[in-house]
């Protein structure tokens, strides 16, 4: 990867020179690359077809401008025939920094979208008190960015769910929905006609804290969900970080075994085939 300023774009203008944050770049774009051959994210289309577009989620966070910047990484060295165009939906929070993500993609030449939905007032009406934020949030939020994207003509809405996230919604369902499942990387909706992706679900948490506060982006911390005690991914979060400290390497061993699945070594018979198990007939086995 050059750095020189006339052969990057402007998302990476004053990235650190440093041997560290080189391999960390390095790392983060084979993580993607990998994540997006393995799962085919780019959609298959005929040659003489215009490229698809995504609508790249930017919420401010760190995991969201790590996804705007490797995939412009990608599309500028000709490795991501996408249009790409970034999309914040302001969710009305009192004291959001409206100012701030439109200022930013304006400096860093990325096509952007800034839609207002005051979804705050709805949540905190419609959530008892001592219940989280975050699953009639999300089912809002989504619903908006479904349209945002259909509007403007994407096929796909790419979100920042790194490999943590992946980790923290198999052990809530586990733990709390009696259910083995996850965020997949790739993913239609209900309505069948947009795709959900997630780039960076290879890439650590740590990968995109420690690139995004490299890169000095202006990172908005969420004070809806965020500022809720006692949330179930907390708690999950809290139980990895204890497996990391005592085995270094676990959460990367367990992402492994969410892509090593056996179906007739699990119990679900909508997955394989028990009652019709045969074992092989003993005389043939003499012969």
Same mark, same amino acid.
């Given at each position: 990867?050059?750095?020189?300023?006339?052969d990057?774009?402007?998302?990476?203008?004053?990235?650190?020179?440093?041997?560290?944050?080189?391999?960390?770049?390095?790392?983060?774009?084979?993580?993607?690359? &990998?994540?997006? @051959?393995? +799962?085919? #994210? $780019?959609?298959?289309?005929? /040659?003489?077809?215009?490229?698809?577009k995504? =609508?790249?989620?930017?919420?401010?966070?760190?995991?969201?401008?790590?996804?705007?910047?490797?995939?412009?990484?990608?599309?500028?060295?000709?490795?991501?025939?996408?249009?790409?165009?970034?999309?914040?939906?302001?969710?009305?929070?009192?004291?959001?920094?409206?100012?701030?993500?439109?200022?930013?993609l304006?400096?860093?030449?990325v096509?952007?979208?800034? &839609?207002?939905? @005051?979804? +705050?007032? #709805? $949540?905190?009406?419609?959530? /008892?008190?001592?219940?989280?934020?975050c699953? =009639?949030?999300?089912?809002l939020?989504r619903?908006?960015?479904?349209r945002?994207?259909?509007?403007?003509?994407c096929?796909?809405?790419?979100?920042?769910?790194?490999?943590?996230?992946?980790?923290e919604?198999?052990?809530?369902?586990?733990?709390?929905?009696?259910?083995?499942a996850t965020?997949?990387?790739?993913?239609?909706?209900?309505?069948?006609?947009?795709?959900?992706?997630?780039?960076?679900?290879?890439?650590?948490?740590?990968?995109?804290?420690?690139?995004a506060?490299?890169?000095?982006?202006?990172?908005?911390?969420?004070?809806?969900?965020?500022?809720?005690?006692?949330?179930?991914?907390?708690?999950?979060?809290?139980i990895?970080?204890?497996?990391?400290?005592?085995?270094?390497?676990?959460?990367?061993?367990?992402?492994?075994?969410?892509?090593?699945?056996?179906?007739?070594?699990?119990?679900d018979?909508?997955?394989?085939?028990?009652?019709?198990?045969?074992?092989?007939?003993?005389?043939?086995?003499?012969?």
């Open positions: 990867m050059l750095d020189d300023a006339s990057i774009h402007p998302l990476f203008h004053g990235a650190p020179k440093s041997t560290e944050f080189k391999k960390l770049r390095k790392r983060i774009v084979q993580n993607v690359r &990998e994540a997006i @051959d393995q +799962y085919g #994210i $780019v959609e298959r289309r005929d /040659p003489d077809a215009p490229p698809p995504w =609508l790249i989620c930017l919420s401010g966070g760190k995991d969201s401008y790590t996804l705007l910047a490797i995939l412009y990484e990608l599309k500028w060295r000709g490795l991501l025939p996408v249009e790409l165009l970034a999309c914040n939906l302001d969710q009305g929070q009192p004291g959001f920094p409206a100012t701030v993500l439109p200022e930013f304006e400096r860093m030449q096509p952007h979208r800034i &839609e207002y939905q @005051d979804t +705050y007032s #709805i $949540v905190t009406d419609k959530v /008892p008190a001592g219940r989280t934020f699953a =009639l949030c999300s089912r939020r619903g908006h960015l479904y945002i994207a259909r509007e403007e003509g096929s796909a809405v790419v979100l920042g769910h790194h490999r943590d996230d992946i980790l919604t198999f052990f809530m369902n586990l733990f709390h929905g009696g259910r083995v965020m997949p990387p790739k993913l239609v909706n209900e309505e069948g006609d947009l795709f959900l992706y997630r780039p960076l679900a290879h890439v650590a948490e740590a990968d995109c804290e420690r690139f506060r490299a890169m000095n982006y202006p990172i908005i911390p969420c004070d809806l969900c965020g500022s809720q005690d006692g949330l179930q991914r907390q708690q999950v979060k809290q990895l970080d204890g497996w990391e400290r005592n085995s270094p390497g676990r959460r990367q061993v367990m992402f492994r075994a969410l892509t090593n699945i056996r179906p007739s070594h699990m119990l018979p909508k997955l394989f085939d028990f009652a019709g198990l045969m074992r092989a007939e003993t005389g043939k086995l003499d012969t």
